[in-house]
T-cell receptor, first 110, second 114 residues
């Protein structure tokens, strides 16, 4: 089983829709969680960290479910500019090697 | 702010040739790393460093060497290029080596080995 798993998609959603992605992780010692955004042929960029209590940044909400070992990203009121690949990143406490998921591709359609 | 700078952006090599991908950061980050990204595989860690003079292997280190003589620079050397090393390479740095999930990436170097 992969350490971090994501549905590669693509998720095709209309503008204005709400879309959610999940990412599951296999190592219960995982401590830190992040979502990155990667545009086509560009470098990944940190979108948001995921805290135990959940966190929100504008239209984006990230949540952590330790019991079921997954994190989620919710995007409300999707914009065309949200079209990108969203990468899930997991790290263990004191561990200097993070693990990336393969990413979930989102295409927002006019 | 330049952030993380990678050169070259594109490179074509023949099998057996060697080359160095350069990476420099101006944020005084202790942690630096190299990843390769291949379709369907995600980003995979090649080598990383938690400070000048300290390097360690990641998930896919074979065929690559690194050194870290200064805080700013972290070059990646391909010793004898193989077609399997055709990929997009990203250098990344972090200010917090104890929580290395907050990474700043360079723009990438696209390498083709014929």
């Amino acid at each position: 089983r992969k350490e971090v798993e994501q549905d590669p998609g693509p998720f095709n959603v209309p503008e204005g829709a709400t879309v959610a992605f999940n990412c599951t992780y296999s190592n219960s010692a995982s401590q830190s969680f992040f979502w990155y955004r990667q545009d086509c042929r560009k470098e990944p960029k940190l979108l948001m960290s995921v805290y135990s209590s959940g966190n929100e940044d504008g239209r984006f909400t990230a949540q952590l479910n330790r019991a079921s070992q997954y994190i989620s990203l919710l995007i409300r009121d999707s914009k065309l500019s949200d079209s990108a690949t969203y990468l899930c990143v997991v790290n263990r406490k004191g561990y200097q090697k993070v693990t990336f998921g393969i990413g979930t591709k989102l295409q927002v359609i006019p | 702010n330049a952030g993380v700078t990678q050169t070259p952006k594109f490179q074509v090599l023949k099998t057996g040739q060697s080359m160095t991908l350069q990476c420099a950061q101006d944020m005084n980050h202790e942690y630096m790393s190299w990843y390769r990204q291949d379709p369907g595989m995600g980003l995979r860690l090649i080598h990383y460093s938690v400070g000048a003079g300290i390097t360690d292997q990641g998930e896919v280190p074979n065929g690559y060497n690194v050194s870290r003589s200064t805080t700013e620079d972290f070059p990646l050397r391909l010793l004898s290029a193989a077609p399997s090393q055709t990929s997009v390479y990203f250098c990344a740095s972090s200010s917090n080596y104890k929580n290395t999930g907050e990474l700043f990436f360079g723009e990438g170097s696209r390498l083709t080995v014929l």
